[in-house]
């Protein structure tokens, strides 16, 4: 399957930081707001985003054996928590960059997160440079 | 939304143990997928970029995915309830070695809206529910 590299031309965007719209007057926020969508859909037209999705601001944290730790989280008003993200089907990572840089949230402190979709767990990824065939499955 | 977070457990584990884990989730992702339960999943590769400024005029390397924040991979769930999901989560095969699973509900539309319930809702009345639709797996 992967020959020369593990990475597609999937790349997924994570909207980070949830207050941007703090200070703004509901006429910027309006704006920004329609900007938002008009670019989102002007990339799902392009054929260029292939889904996306705002996330509600809160919810849980599970860890732990059996995941027996379930904490609030992440915190609903941060700079690092995850807003919503876009899936991207784009010919590289630069096209992901560009396409990332015209968020109209960045102006207003949000920020970006550009993640390649890998076609491999890095985990098996890394398991077959550990033990080259050892591994059932993992060249599946 | 699952967002799978610390992607250097498996740092340790012999061959073995590594087998019987990874063996576990695949297991464990093929019942729910029988299920119908998964809308899309992917896992993350180990680099990115971080896109800050107006006009996204900086870019950085990042984030570093060997910390326990780092985002791994994640999954779309269909879930009947917040506890169904984070039922689901807490039955995620890799939480004995160290990773979090962030449970996050998926919305409609932007939440903005409800925070300023004064701005118009023209961008997502009616389309909203095919404007924001699940990616593909």
Redesign the interface.
């Known amino acids: 399957m992967s020959t020369s590299s ?2 597609t031309a ?1 790349y ?1 965007l ?1 909207f980070r930081g ?1 207050i941007w ?1 703090r200070g703004l007057s ?1 006429a910027q ?2 704006k920004v ?2 900007d ?2 008009a670019w ?2 002007r990339l799902k037209t392009e054929g260029k985003c ?8 809160e ?10 730790m ?1 904490a609030d ?2 915190f609903a008003e941060s700079k ?1 928590a ?4 876009f ?1 991207l089907h784009v010919a590289d ?1 630069n096209e992901a ?1 560009e396409i ?4 109209p949230g ?2 207003y ?10 076609d ?5 990824q ?2 077959m440079e ?2 080259p065939g ?5 060249t599946a | ?1 699952l ?1 799978f977070r610390g ?1 250097h ?2 740092r340790g584990l012999s ?1 073995d143990e ?2 019987h884990a ?2 576990k989730v ?1 297991t464990w992702f093929g019942r729910l997928n029988e299920r119908g339960k998964i809308k ?1 999943a ?15 005029r900086f ?1 950085v390397d ?2 570093f ?1 060997e910390t326990k ?1 780092a ?4 999954l ?1 769930l269909q879930a009947d309830s ?1 506890d169904d999901a ?1 039922g689901v ?4 095969p890799t ?2 070695y160290g ?9 409609a ?5 409800q ?2 319930p ?3 809702r023209r ?2 009345d009616g389309a909203g529910e095919q ?6 797996a």
Not at chain 2, 109 to 113: D, G, N, S, V
Not at chain 2, 131 to 136: G, P, R
């Open positions: 593990e990475t999937d997924l994570l949830n719209d509901p926020i309006q707001v329609a938002w969508m989102f859909e292939l889904g996306g999705h705002p996330l509600e601001e919810g849980k944290v599970v860890s732990g054996k059996q995941g027996r379930v989280g992440p690092e995850i807003g919503g993200y899936y990572e960059i990332a840089r015209q968020c960045l102006e402190g949000a920020v970006v997160e550009v993640r390649s979709v890998a491999v767990c890095s985990i098996k890394r398991a550990y033990s050892q591994l059932a499955g993992a | 939304m967002l992607g457990w498996d061959t590594l087998q990874m063996d695949m899309g992917q896992p993350l590769s180990g680099h990115g970029r971080v896109i800050s400024g107006t006009d996204g870019v990042g984030p995915t924040e985002v791994g991979g994640y779309v917040l984070i989560a807490q039955s995620m939480l004995r990773i979090s699973v962030e449970v996050r509900p998926i919305l539309q932007c939440p903005i809206f925070r300023h004064e701005l118009v961008a997502t404007l924001w639709v699940a990616a593909a």
